[in-house]
């Protein structure tokens, strides 16, 4: 079976580009902060330049949420998405394949473009078919949406190569496009490229620092965190590398990782990433859920000095999001 005819229930373009993983805002008290989502949209397309965002995935907290949750999150990114966004995937991944299943059937009633699954981490599936068969009854329950799978083994602890996943997976998920690749194995991510070619499924990477690298190895585009606020930046590296300057690419990838780099250093994670989103575009993202600690005001000071130094930020940018504002 080819990638064309599996997948003729659903013509979409494909899922190509960058993707931002959307951080899930929320109040000071951690109730979801619905009333600021349109402004985040407009501000991605508008600002950053990136159309296709991924709901409800690490960087958006999605395991922290209840089922309820995060159906209406995502509900409310399809509604002030429409006719701006070209496609809302939306993670659906859970421990219950019940609860998982349940949130594919809402994602296909609420018109999203796709849904992605991450491997059960708890009970974990202990070989390549066991995973599948997980995947097939997920996917199974939104038979016209495009389905990826969420490849995060450093989270997961699911070790399954993402290889020998996609060797065998089309046969069983019809619906199967493709896969969100947040692992540094390049071997692997190599190997699914090459192994491929003819199936023309969204090989999509998703460690922002290695972009490049992967692009060299075929990835057909990126799903990030970083994407948010460095979409535009990562843009002009996507454009370089498309016209074949490599050289332009490589100091973009370069300025990129100093960030990134920098970022580790401190400590990065999801609340730093709600707290360089909340300074970097103005719109308040809030603190993260328990367990997971708000940003320190140190480390939003030392974010701030290290996005001027870059030029990723200038006076003008900050808004009502700047460290002073910082709470």
């Not at 995060?70 to 659906?92: F, M």
């Not at 599948?132 to 799978?149: C, G, M, R």
């Not at 930046?233 to 590398?241: D, G, R």
Request: charged share 20%.
């Amino acid at each position: 079976m080819t990638f064309f005819s599996s997948s003729m229930a659903f013509p979409k373009k494909k899922l190509q580009g960058l993707v931002a993983a959307t951080i899930t805002p929320m109040t000071e008290h951690g109730e979801i902060n619905y009333s600021v989502i349109g402004r985040y949209v407009d501000y991605l397309v508008e600002e950053q330049g990136v159309k296709s965002i991924f709901v409800n995935g690490t960087t958006g907290e999605g395991l922290s949420l209840s089922v309820s949750e995060r159906r209406q999150v995502a509900e409310e990114w399809v509604t002030q998405g429409r006719n701006k966004l070209d496609q809302v995937v939306i993670h659906v991944g859970a421990l219950s394949l019940k609860e998982s299943q349940e949130l594919a059937r809402h994602a296909a009633e609420i018109g999203a473009d796709g849904i992605a699954v991450l491997a059960p981490f708890f009970l974990k599936p202990g070989n390549t078919d066991v995973l599948i068969n997980f995947l097939k009854e997920v996917a199974a329950a939104a038979p016209a949406l495009p389905f990826y799978y969420y490849h995060i083994p450093a989270l997961t602890g699911v070790k399954i190569r993402a290889e020998e996943l996609l060797d065998r997976i089309q046969e069983k998920i019809p619906t199967f496009q493709g896969l969100k690749f947040s692992d540094t194995d390049l071997l692997d991510f190599g190997q699914c490229v090459d192994q491929n070619r003819q199936r023309q499924f969204a090989l999509l990477f998703g460690v922002d620092e290695q972009l490049l690298s992967a692009l060299v190895m075929g990835a057909t585009g990126a799903v990030g965190s970083t994407y948010n606020y460095l979409g535009k930046k990562t843009n002009q590296m996507l454009e370089a590398f498309e016209r074949k300057d490599f050289s332009s690419a490589l100091n973009h990838q370069f300025c990129i990782q100093r960030f990134i780099n920098f970022v580790f250093k401190l400590g990065f994670g999801v609340s730093q990433t709600k707290a360089i989103m909340t300074l970097v575009s103005g719109i308040p993202m809030g603190p993260p859920r328990p367990p997971l600690q708000k940003a320190s005001r140190e480390f939003i000071a030392a974010a701030e000095a290290k996005l001027k130094s870059l030029d990723f930020l200038s006076s003008t940018d900050l808004k009502d999001g700047s460290l002073e504002s910082w709470s």
